[in-house]
């Protein structure tokens, strides 16, 4: 049936119909379901991560918790006080207190031993809970989360395993001061916000997110609690009472085994939940808290979108289907019917019917036009079949004649097969043994005529692998079923050489039209061959020379090319400088390059070699046997195996600046035919060495550049058109803590200040327009350590374009020298007080000294009593007062010369808090932490003037710490004007400084205290000058303040002297 073209035509109809719609449904819409599984995949996956991530930070905040309510009822208890009841009142409230903010169910503090000292239900009180986990971790020292458990409340008369809450008992040491466990505090709370945590997750309609214990039992509530109540799976509640198992398997689910196995995963084929539903799922274990973490959806929600894409793509194919079928039918049988029609036509005019005719419609398409042409081809053929007839006659008559003179050309064209020497021109039958052998065969073969015909097969001349692999066979055969063959092989004279032939099989027939041979034309192409190769080699080496390969390289595909057309062992290109000295002096022995004293030249002046004598004279020189030689290094290359070579040299721009050479181990191997090959490829190797120099140099300069670039003491960088950095030195990188991956993805903007943002894009616009520019400003490390900058920036632009290609910029780090100018600034200004405060104070004391002795006298001869009393001691008492403030002023002013010596850092610490420790200031909420560098130099200094530094820097600390806190003091080594030096780091947890008085802080007579001169800070800063040293702050509000000190390890004779010279030199 399908021999019809009315069926062909349908079917093709109904293939080009269906098939976009069979790979619609075959390949887009697998890859489209495959893509809405996996993301859906992801989604939960992402959902699961999420859910465990914010669990373990619910856990970590319930321990952290722990430890800070056992650190303050550890400190309650610890008090030394005479009214015990009023502290268990305030233990007492402090846990009410507790338990009604911060959600727990119930506090409880265990003595030593596991009894119940205090707890929110009175009903525990005197109760021994050393048995649970709870309390003997915690006695052990270990904040310790349980599992979720079902706890019965106190005095419950339910008594059923299942009447209890599920709870998590967090418990913690309680310490004495001396580190030492005294009691345990327990608390207890429920699972309500787990559950909470857990339904938080957004997972569609039927998705949800649970805990699961070590038994498979769910221990937080499903958000389908209601549901499962209804279909009897729980009586009260999911927690500790709903096992995640299969239904009608009994066993627990594939997702909870899983996940019990501590494997993190997920399911995407789906598997039975609970409640008998399938569903998607993704779980993890939670080992440092013994449950697990499912994520689950209903398979039919997670996957409904797949589901209904192909429920449309197999509805659309069934409402298709029908329509097209009936159109392919129709369309089908329509254009099959006029050439139906012909071939009945055509049928009747082959039995010899000659006046049938087509039907012509009235339709202008090709079948009409094939219509109309056939009935005026059937019309002529039945017009010429009349002459046919007419003509035979005639044609008999002609044939006789005709065959006389074929008989005659034949005889001519034998004379000319017997005549041509240029080409071979063989005659053979179907099974190729030869048949004729002209002149030309002779003279190509070297076999004569009567050795060949009759007697030898054509595959005499064939080489022994064409005939084995079936060559010769496989071109009969082909000019045999197509009548001509042409094409090139190799042929094979009678001594055995084989070259290559252009040949041409024509097929011969007899008078019926049968094959009977062949005549076989062929012509020796030895000659074309070689010119084609030496060009190809030509081109192969100067497509080499031209690719940028390495020069040893290029000499080594270059000895390859030459191998393919001259037989030779050895090829050596020489180099000198001015025909005297040898720079450079490579060998490809073999293929392979050899070590550079392959061939000793050193015993040898170089104008004694063949190669010296090239280069000097600019002509090739030949050496036809070095056995023999006139040249003295021939006897190496003798001993070496190379019997003959020829040098030619090589010219670069009319200088010759080396030789190239061929070495073959055969005597006289080299004419001028190959002299000829080897001064095509000269110039272009000439020109590649010295390429090749000065990539050499132009690589090593921009090495050293490199070098120098990158170690330069200051910072370098460039930035492109789109603002980002392109490139950026080690040095700069190193200061801002930076890779040069991530700087390359950052701009200018990103390691500044917000403030400094606007001034950034100003520079960068400036930069652009004019080509220069310099800013200072300041730049943030990776850690958000701020550095003072100057940068110094040049526009760098296409010299033909003029357009604008990066900013080049030198930036130098300016943060010592601010440093210095502020520490020069502070202490001029601390001098000019310092002056104006003697001065004050010089005029202050003289009429004081008279009011002192005035009230003195007072004092000793009126008895007064009552107000009056109260009044001259008020006097008395702040004379004093200000006798102190005038003191004050004049150590301010007149402070004395520093006494140093080497002393030991960490001691000068150690006595001043041993000192602090003593003063009422100090409280047991005040936590001082010391850290200290392995090793430590001795330093030069004042002990008693460095010990006020100490004491007035953490007796600031005390005070902005009323109620308590940390101080920390960390010192270590560092650098301080390129000398050695230590820092001392000063932290507390105070208040802070507002950062409006920061500037202020150290200016005599500033202070924010209600009591005080303002004197304070400014001495501490006129002491570390005189030590010639330098002191920084830096403060958050609310945060806590940090001053940072640097003091110089050697003596350094007048700090303040120092520092400016530091300055002016810098």
Known sequence: MLKSIKYKLILIFLLCSFMPLLLLRFMAFPKAQKDLEEALIRNLEGVKQKQAEILKMWFHERRHDAKIISRNISAMLGKNSNDKGDDFRKLYDYMEMLRAEYGYKGISITLRDGIILAATEKEWVGSNIVRYDYCREALNGTVFISRIQLFAQPGSKNKDSNSGVPTIFISAPLADSNSVTIGAVILRMDTASLSDIMRSAELGKTGETFLINREGYMLTESRFADELKKTDLIQRRTSLELRIANPHTGMLTDGAQKCLSCNDGYDAEGYINYDGKKVLGAWCWIPEYDCGLLAQIDIHEGYGAAYNLKKFVLSTLLVLALPLILISFYFGKRISAPIFNITEVTKKIASGDLGQRVKVSSKKDEINELAKAFNAMAGSLEEKTIKLRNYTTDLENTVKERTLELQETTNFLNSILAGSTEYSIIAEDLQGNILAFNEGASLIYGYKPEEMIGIANVRILHTDEDVKSGKVDYILEAARKTGRYEGE??????????????????????????????????????????????????????????????????????????????????????????????????????????????????????????????????????????????????????????????????????????????????????????????????????????????????????????????????????????????????????????????????????????????????????????????????????????????????????????????????????????????????????????????????????????????????????????????????????????????????????????????????????????????????????????????????????????????????????????????????????????????????????????????????????????????????????????????????????????????????????????????????
């Open 489 to 1066: 092989v190799m042929r094979k004279r009678k001594n055995g050489d084989v070259f290559p032939v252009h040949v041409t099989f024509t097929l011969r027939r007899d008078e019926m039209g049968h094959p009977i041979g062949f005549v076989v034309i062929s012509k020796d192409i030895t000659k074309e061959k070689l010119v084609a190769l030496e060009k190809e080699i030509i081109n192969n080496i100067n497509k080499t020379i031209a690719s940028g390969l390495h020069i040893k390289g290029i000499y080594t595909n270059v000895y390859h090319e030459l191998k393919r057309i001259i037989d030779f062992t050895w090829l050596g290109v020489t180099c000198s400088n001015d025909g005297a000295e040898v720079t450079e002096d490579s060998h490809i022995v073999h293929g392979v390059l050899s070590p550079v004293d392959w061939l000793n030249r050193n015993p040898y002046p170089f104008d004694t070699t063949a190669q010296g004598i090239a280069v000097k004279t600019g002509m090739p020189v030949f050496v036809p046997d070095t056995i023999g030689s006139t040249y003295l290094i021939d006897q190496e290359l003798s001993q070496k195996g190379i019997r003959s070579y020829v040098c030619v040299p090589l010219k670069s721009k009319g200088i010759t600046i080396g030789t190239i050479t061929l070495g073959s181990r055969k005597k006289g191997a080299f004419t001028e035919i190959h002299l000829s090959l080897l001064h095509q490829i000269t110039p272009q190797l000439a020109i590649a060495i010295e390429n090749a120099r000065l990539f050499i140099f132009i690589k090593e300069s921009e090495k050293k550049y490199r070098d120098l670039v990158e170690n330069a003491p200051e910072m370098i960088h460039e930035i492109g058109p789109e603002g980002k950095f392109i490139n950026v030195n080690k040095t700069e990188l190193n200061k801002l803590g930076y890779s040069l991956q991530e700087m390359m993805q950052m701009t200018l903007e990103d390691i500044v200040p917000n403030e400094q943002k606007e001034e950034i894009k100003r520079y960068m616009k400036r930069m652009v327009e004019t080509g220069s520019g310099e800013l200072e400003t300041v730049f943030l490390t990776k850690t958000g350590k701020e550095i003072n900058v100057e940068i110094n920036g040049t526009g760098l632009y296409n010299n033909k374009t003029k357009e604008y290609i990066c900013t080049r910029a030198f930036v130098r780090d300016i943060t010592e020298r601010k440093n210095m100018e502020e520490q020069v600034r502070r202490s001029e200004k601390l001098a000019s007080m310092g002056e104006l405060a003697a001065a004050i104070a010089h005029e202050i004391r003289n009429p004081l000294g008279a009011i002192c002795n005035s009230v003195g006298i007072l004092d000793a001869h009126l008895r007064v009593t009552g107000q009056d009393k109260d009044l001259l001691e008020m006097i008395v008492e702040q004379s004093e007062r200000l006798d102190r403030i005038i003191s004050d002023f004049l150590t301010f002013a007149h402070p004395r010369e520093p006494s140093f010596s080497l002393q030991n850092i960490r001691e000068v610490i150690k006595n001043t808090i041993f000192l602090l420790e003593q003063d009422s200031r100090y409280t047991d909420q005040v936590e001082i932490k010391e850290i200290y560098e392995s090793v430590l130099p001795k330093v030069y200094l004042d002990t008693d003037l460095i010990h006020q530094v100490f004491w007035n820097l953490l007796i600031n600390s005390l005070d902005a710490m009323p109620q308590g806190g940390q101080i920390r003091i960390m010192v270590r080594k560092t650098t301080l004007f390129l000398r050695d030096a230590v820092e001392i780091i000063i932290s507390d947890t105070g208040g802070g400084i507002p950062s409006h008085e920061l500037d202020k802080i150290f200016e005599p007579f500033y202070t924010t205290k209600s009591e005080g001169t303002g004197l304070g800070l400014s001495v501490v800063q006129r002491i570390i000058d005189d030590h010639g040293g330098t002191i920084d702050v830096k403060s958050k509000e609310s945060k806590g303040t940090t001053f940072s000190i640097k003091l110089p390890v050697g003596p350094m004779g007048n700090g303040k002297e120092k520092i400016k010279n530091n300055l002016l030199m810098g």
